[in-house]
């Protein structure tokens, strides 16, 4: 079946260093790829989505390409803030079923 | 615009009890879902509903009922609570195609002693 794996955390970064955050999936078919944030004590909202490969979602600074070769989906940011901490969720989702997959997610913790 | 709306925001039951969790959503999304976050465990769908009339499991269903009331409503029901059902409660909702994100609700906190 399909699954997604991402990263354990949790990650430690000082203010203004360089993220990245690896995501794997395996599914049989062609799925649309997403990442999800989560501020403490809130639901998850959608950071950014690619469907189809060599995609490049993005929003508010941060970056994910769909490789289909390598079947990853990472999570990057040139210069991260304090206010950048927050759990990360890779998630997919195939056009067979309704599903959508979720990564167990990545703690982030930014350091001023 | 309220999005997905989940009731109650936190509840505490003894072990036996049973409760019925509230979703709504006013986004006039087909497809509606319950998740469940545990640490460590990330999130784990629990069922869904591709649309109205209609549910399928998810990848952990045991413990649980839903029922799909009508376009805006899903709600999930513990029969007989357990101490393993303590968790956070996400309802989430999305329009018709896999390319179409998830919007979700703020969660519902449910203790079970």
């Known amino acids: 079946g399909n699954s997604v794996t991402q990263m354990e955390g949790p990650v430690t970064l000082s203010e203004e260093a360089f993220l990245t955050i690896n995501c794997t999936y395996t599914?049989?078919?062609?799925?649309?790829l997403f990442w999800y944030v989560q501020y403490p004590g809130e639901g998850l909202q959608l950071l950014l989505k690619a469907t189809k490969a060599d995609d490049k979602g993005s929003n508010k600074g941060f970056e994910a390409t769909y490789r289909k070769e390598t079947t990853s989906f990472h999570l990057e940011k040139g210069s991260v803030q304090v206010s950048d901490s927050a759990v990360y969720f890779c998630a997919l989702s195939e056009g067979r079923d309704d599903k959508i997959i979720f990564g167990k997610g990545t703690r982030l913790h930014i350091l001023p | 615009n309220a999005g997905v709306t989940q009731t109650p925001k936190f509840q505490v039951l003894k072990t036996g009890q049973s409760m019925t969790l509230q979703c709504a959503q006013d986004?006039?999304?087909?497809?509606m879902y319950w998740y469940r976050q545990d640490p460590g465990m990330g999130l784990r769908l629990i069922y869904y509903?591709?649309?109205?009339?209609?549910?399928d499991k998810g990848e952990v269903p045991n413990g649980y009922n839903v029922s799909r009331l009508n376009k805006r409503e899903f709600s999930l029901r513990l029969e007989s609570a357990a101490p393993s059902q303590t968790s956070v409660y996400f309802c989430a909702s999305r329009s018709r195609g896999y390319n179409s994100p998830l919007h979700f609700g703020n969660g519902t906190r449910l203790t079970v002693t």
């Open positions: 986004m006039n999304h087909n497809s």
């Open positions: 509903s591709a649309s109205e009339g209609t549910t």
């Open positions: 599914a049989t078919g062609y799925p649309s």
